[in-house]
């Protein structure tokens, strides 16, 4: 559900607000580095301000993770954070301008980044599927080969992870063009839904 909500929630600003990513910061390097070769200072802007916003995200969450709250209860104060900055945006998503909007959704992925860090014991990474995809094939070969069954176990969570990254978009694609700018409540389903998971468990 982390995966789909990382994958949706790019598919937002990218379609929705300026052509810029929230968590895949890579893509902003990239096109910051193809807007400055172009002199094209003041669009390269919006993507300098979402790196600095995630940058900003991870110390804030970092700060959290280091305070007196236990560890059950940061996973909950990050979502409820989450759910908040989303639903600030889903409201005002016709108000604030489109850099004010991505410098939010920045903040709430860096939060999730930040924190959820493990799938069933094993790293696991939300947002950077170039990563996960070499995950997935690197512990594929080593079921076939050596018949790990761990490695079978990475890959198939690995596997699901790229299935509901991708699915995420593919939803939130479909969604802006029924919903426009208000697709984002999407996200705030996804994440209230994990929230009461976690709350559950």
């Known amino acids: 559900m982390l995966a789909m909500n990382s994958g949706a929630i790019d598919a937002y600003t990218f379609l929705q607000h300026g052509q810029v990513f929230v968590g895949l910061q890579t893509g902003n390097f990239i096109l910051l580095g193809m807007s400055l070769s172009k002199l094209a200072g003041f669009k390269s802007l919006r993507y300098l301000f979402s790196i600095l916003m995630f940058a900003l995200g991870v110390v804030f969450i970092k700060h959290l993770q280091a305070s007196r709250y236990k560890e059950r209860n940061i996973k909950r104060i990050i979502l409820i954070i989450d759910v908040i900055l989303l639903i600030i945006v889903g409201i005002l998503a016709n108000i604030l301008s489109d850099i004010f909007i991505v410098g939010l959704l920045a903040i709430a992925a860096a939060a999730q980044f930040q924190e959820f860090k493990l799938m069933n014991g094993n790293p696991f990474n939300p947002l950077m599927m170039t990563g996960n995809l070499r995950k997935l094939l690197d512990n594929f070969y080593s079921f076939l080969r050596f018949k790990n069954v ?35 409540f999407l996200n705030v389903l996804i994440i209230f839904s994990v929230l009461l998971i976690t709350n559950k468990n």
Request: glycine share 6%; charged share 15%.
């Open 150 to 184: 761990k490695s079978r176990r990475i890959a198939i969570d690995t596997c699901l992870v790229l299935f509901c990254f991708i699915l995420g978009s593919l939803i939130m694609g479909l969604l802006t063009n029924v919903f426009d700018k208000y697709a984002i």
